[in-house]
């Protein structure tokens, strides 16, 4: 079993930029497929982008193509969302997560993290 823990969350300006780090423990990343998610108030929590287990294959939720960027260091057991252009809508709680599944384009994961918060002002 792996357990993920996020950083890097914090209060941003519209337009800015931000990287979030998601660090693992108790087995190597390079077992599993990794991704993030978000979750805004009121609303339920969404797909934001997942990568492969080499990093060779990223996928995005359409709402944040061209703007974020996932990656993997799985030297350091280490998995990153590189946020860019920030907008207010981007605000949510941010979850690292494991073992990624797509059945029907419905995303979601075995392992989640507790979650770190990213709030962007107007």
């Known amino acids: 079993q792996v357990q993920v823990v996020e950083s890097g969350g914090g209060l941003m300006q519209a337009g800015g930029s931000v990287r979030l780090s998601c660090a693992a423990s108790g087995r190597p990343i390079s077992s599993y497929d990794m991704g993030w998610f978000r979750q805004a108030p009121g609303k339920e929590r969404e797909f934001v982008a997942a990568?492969?287990?080499?990093?060779?294959?990223?996928y995005y939720a359409d709402y944040v193509k061209g703007r974020f960027t996932i990656s993997r260091d799985n030297a350091k057991n280490t998995v990153y969302l590189q946020m860019n252009s920030l907008k207010p809508e981007d605000t949510a709680v941010y979850y690292c997560?494991?073992?990624?599944?797509?059945?029907?384009?419905?995303?979601?994961?075995?392992?989640w993290g507790q979650g770190t918060q990213v709030t962007v002002s107007s």
């Open positions: 997560a494991a073992e990624i599944t797509n059945f029907s384009g419905r995303y979601s994961a075995r392992y």
């Open positions: 990568i492969t287990w080499r990093g060779r294959i990223t």
